[in-house]
């Protein structure tokens, strides 16, 4: 997961990672640290052709972020509820980005969206050194 520039921002960090433990996720890795405008573009390559791309670099690098690797059965599927819709008006009340999130680019939070990419987007942020089992 990463808690993202507006969330950092509006000093809602605690605030999430609350929610985070009390739905029962282990936190193995964690982190706050600034990705260059290069390095979000890496992260989010694969919406290079959609035309929110640059936009969406220039957000994710305007702040610091939190990064963090979760545990929990059914981590995925698990975290993608607890944060909710991707638009923050149309998340279900009570979630990270209804409570969190302003609009659509400025969400509070991004969530791994299946578990392969989940181990790809953790090898990003953490070596194997960073992280605790």
Known sequence: MMIKPDAVRAGNIGNILQMVNAAGFRIVAM????????????FYAVHRERPFYDELCTFMSSGPIVAAILEKENAVEAFRQLIGATDPAKAEPGTVRHRYGTNVGENAVHGSDSDENAAIESAFHFSGMETYS
């Open 31 to 42: 982190k706050l640290t600034h990705m260059t405008k290069e390095r979000a573009g890496q």
